[in-house]
């Protein structure tokens, strides 16, 4: 007698939203995972990938993490009592080491916190958030450049 199992799924995290723009605009540094505080109507939107990362910024007041601009459009489902804000101010959750090192670079070496990735792991919302520099007009071209040029050189590799 053989028991059907069915394979086990990665437990790999699930991306609910992507900001693809920060790479673009931003020397990522560091990149810190961060817990987020969520309201009920706010976990079943991203569960239903309901979310817009990409013009969301995070910033230190107070020895606490906020990440602002974040639009999480609520569903039609949840309940009526309850007032949806879908550009609240939502707190960030790190450990205190990694808010004193993300409150020294901001302050002291003029580094900015950028939103990278919404993700689900193991049932929680996170939020990959990088330690970044801003880059340059040219510095983009030559992004631009570089990653033309890799695709370029795929396309020869297949043909060739």
Known sequence: MKIETRPKTSEGPKTIAENRRARFDYFIEESYEAGVVLEGWEVKALRAGKAQITESHV????????????????????????????????????????????????????????????YWQRGKA?????????????????????????????????RG
């Open 59 to 118: 910033f230190v007041r107070d020895g606490e993490v906020f990440w602002i601009g974040a639009h999480v459009n609520p569903l039609k489902t949840t309940s009526t009592h309850v007032v949806a804000d879908p550009t609240r101010t939502r707190k960030l959750l790190l450990n205190h080491s990694e808010i004193a090192h993300l409150i020294g670079a901001v302050e002291r070496k003029g580094y900015t916190i950028v939103p990278l990735e919404l």
């Open 126 to 158: 996170k939020i990959r958030i990088g330690l970044a520099k801003g880059k340059k007009q040219h510095d983009k071209r030559e992004t631009e450049k570089e990653r033309d040029w890799s695709r370029d050189k795929a396309r020869l590799l297949r």
